[in-house]
C-alpha cells in the first residue's frame, strides 16, 4: 500500500520556504549533519565486528583504519563541518579547545557531544550524538537561549534523529530501505506528567540532603515513580521526551558541578525539553539563560515534565532557603 512519507531533507526544505529571506544555509547545515549521523549509525552497527576485523590502530581487512566509535564521530562531524563552509568555527567535548575554520564565511558555530554515552558502546546498548547550533557571535560563550537549533541522533534498535529550530520538535526515523530519515514524531509535546523518573541512583549517599528527600518523596508515595537509567543522556532523555517523567544528573559530594557538559549536553536538552513544553533547572536558575565560563563547563542538571520539574524545584528551594 502506499503511503505518504515525508523525508527529512523534504522537511527541512519545506521549513526553509516559510521563513522570508532564508539562504538555505541552514538546510544544508541541516543536510550535513544528517549525513554524518547516518555515517555514524552505519558504523555503531558493525562495531561488534571490530574486534574480529582487527584491533584499534591497525588496518583491517578492509583497509580501513579500525577507530574507537567515538574518535571516529569526533573525527567525522569535525570534517563535515569544515567542508560544508557553512560553520565559522566549532567546538567538541571530546577536543580542549574552539576551531575556528581556515578561510570559512560561515555564519554558524557548532557545539557537539559525538558519542554520547559511550561506555555503553562495549555493551550494545543505545548511544548517540547531540549538536547545538548558534549564529556566530564575537562572544564564544553564548547563553544557551541564543540557540538557533539543536537535536540528537539515538543509534537505538532504530536510529531516531530529534531536532527543534526554535519551534516545533520533530522526530524522524531511520529507514533502513531508502536510507533516510522519514518524519515519525511530529510536533511532539512532552507529557505534564509521567511515570519515570532517570538517575544514576547508587549515587544516593553522595548526594545533598534535598535530593534524598526529593527521592524517598517520590518512591514512597501512593503512586510511586519508577526507575529508568540508560547511562546515556540521549536515550534517557529521548524516554522522557516522549512519556514523560523526570531526568536528573544532580551535584553529589564527589561531582560537585555534576557530571553534564553546559555546551554539549545540557543546552541542546533543555532546549529541546522546553520547546516541547517541559522545562529545565540548574540549582536555581534556568541554565538557557546561564553565561558559560569555559567550553567545558559541568552543571548540575534537572529537565523533564513541567509539573515534575516544579515539583523538584520546591525541594531545592526549601533546603536552600527554608521556604
Ligand atoms: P559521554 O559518553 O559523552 O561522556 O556522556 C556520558 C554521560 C551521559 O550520557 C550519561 O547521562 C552520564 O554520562 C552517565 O554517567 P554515570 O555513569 O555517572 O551515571
Ligand atoms: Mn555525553
Ligand atoms: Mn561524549
Known sequence: MYRQITTLSEFVLSEEKKIKNATGNFSLLINSLDNAGRIIASHVKRAGLVDILGPVGKKNIFADEVQKLDEFADLLIAETLRSSGLVHGFASEERESFEKIKNSHGDYVVFFDPLDGSSNIDVNMSIGTIFSIYKKSNNLLQKGISQVAAGFFLYGPSVIFIYCAGGKVNGFTLDPEIGSFVLTNPN?????????????????????????????????????????????????????????????????????????????????????????????????????????????????????????????????HNENYGH
Open 188 to 316: 511532539i509535546k512532552i507529557p505534564l506528567v509521567g511515570p519515570t523518573y532517570t538517575i544514576n541512583e547508587s549515587y544516593y549517599s553522595r548526594y545533598p540532603e534535598y535530593i534524598r528527600k526529593y527521592l524517598s518523596h517520590i518512591k514512597e508515595r501512593s503512586a510511586p515513580l519508577t526507575q529508568r537509567y540508560a547511562a546515556a543522556m540521549v536515550a534517557d532523555v529521548y524516554r522522557i521526551l516522549l512519556k514523560g517523567g523526570i531526568f536528573l544528573y544532580p551535584e553529589d559530594r564527589i561531582q560537585k558541578e555534576g557530571k553534564l557538559r553546559l555546551l554539549y549536553e545540557v543546552n541542546p536538552m533543555a532546549y529541546i525539553i522546553n520547546h516541547a513544553g517541559g522545562s529545565s533547572f540548574s540549582q536555581g536558575s534556568n541554565p538557557l539563560e546561564m553565561t558559560p565560563t569555559s567550553l567545558h563547563m559541568r552543571l548540575p542538571i534537572v529537565l523533564g515534565s513541567k509539573s515534575q520539574v516544579a515539583e523538584f524545584e520546591k525541594f531545592y
